[in-house]
């Protein structure tokens, strides 16, 4: 089969018939990265559908998100992409939590920069007792004092913790599977990608909606992506980041080449295509990656931002971003006072 009947096939699957592709249809289209940028490259096409495929299914609009590191350094995890992990000499140094008004503060920065959602984000393997009642009282103070919905990434959860958490209003919690599950052990030896899955699945299970992606470029191939995208699929996330590998000093990446702009865009698409219903947010590592194509991604399927600053490196500016979806003509989600 050809690329362009492949994308035929797809297009009527996703847009004419409104099914979800079959797994041998999403590792047909995760091939289609070989030929990136060939004489007949599939790529502006694939990139098209996958914009037309999130209209129909999301919408035009995209969701600006803020996030903050609450707890920074020291995770005892051996995540070879992270700079946060203590079992690496990185200059990420260990930082006690923020207190109740730093949070709020920077909630209520967020806030006036036009985010509508607040994530924090604490570098633990999971929580403890202390962590718990830093999560619950940051949640409590950021619902009481703003309009920002409150999203937590803390690691992994208990059952019972996923619970507390959701009872407290979290409306939504981030647990990236990070990669598939066959390629996982090259990058994690200290916890399994069964227990992250579980994590997700006690998050959906206590009512929270789910924020989980995974980190393109750490040296899996493009059939791993596929299998990361339809594992998510399962789990039938409200939001997806992406994230691209952005190689940290002190990490066991550090010396990896950040992926082909064009390979990245086609991991964009993939997603979009693969997991047609979710908000498909850009997340980090963009800025280095894909560079003046940030755009691209926007138009080629992607519907979410994370704005300012990631959690140990820097993004570009809220302004920045703004106006590259005015560029664009795109309508921001439930933004006033920006655009």
């Excluded at 990631?310 to 921001?332: C, F, H, I, K, N």
Aim: hydrophobic share 45%.
């Amino acid at each position: 089969m050809t690329a362009a009947q492949l994308l035929d096939d797809v297009e009527a699957a996703l847009l004419d018939r409104r099914e979800l592709v079959t797994e041998e249809q999403a590792y047909a289209l995760a091939d289609l990265a070989d030929t990136v940028g060939g004489a007949d490259d599939p790529l502006p096409r694939m990139l098209d559908l996958a914009h037309r495929v999130r209209l129909a299914w999301c919408g035009e609009e995209v969701s600006l998100e803020s996030i903050l590191s609450s707890k920074t350094g020291g995770c005892p995890e051996d995540c070879a992409f992270c700079s946060q992990s203590s079992a690496f000499t990185t200059p990420v140094k260990p930082q006690p939590y923020l207190t109740r008004d730093e949070v709020l503060a920077a909630a209520r920065d967020a806030q006036a920069s036009g985010a509508t959602e607040f994530c924090l984000v604490l570098a633990i393997k999971g929580p403890d007792d202390k962590a718990m009642a830093h999560i619950l009282e940051a949640a409590e103070a950021i619902q009481s004092s703003t309009q920002l919905e409150v999203a937590v990434s803390a690691g992994l959860l208990t059952r019972e913790q996923a619970q507390t958490i959701a009872d407290a209003g979290v409306v939504r919690y981030n647990h990236n599977l990070e990669a598939a599950r066959s390629f996982f052990p090259r990058i994690c030896t200290t916890h399994s990608w069964q227990e992250r899955w579980d994590t997700c699945q006690y998050v959906r299970d206590a009512g929270m909606e789910l924020c989980s992606g995974g980190i393109l470029g750490m040296g899996e191939t493009a059939r791993q992506r596929a299998e990361l995208a339809l594992a998510l699929r399962q789990l039938e996330p409200t939001e997806v980041p992406v994230n691209f590998l952005n190689p940290r000093p002190g990490t066991p990446l550090a010396s990896s080449l950040v992926l082909d702009p064009r390979v990245a865009l086609h991991g964009v698409a993939l997603f979009r295509l693969i997991i047609p219903f979710a908000m498909l947010r850009y997340a980090g590592g963009r800025e280095v990656v894909l560079g003046d194509l940030q755009g691209a991604g926007i138009l080629g399927g992607a519907n979410g931002l994370i704005v300012g600053n990631y959690l140990t490196t820097l993004g570009q500016s809220t302004a920045e971003d703004v106006q590259m979806l005015r560029d664009l003509q795109v309508p921001v989600k439930a933004l006033t006072g920006i655009l």
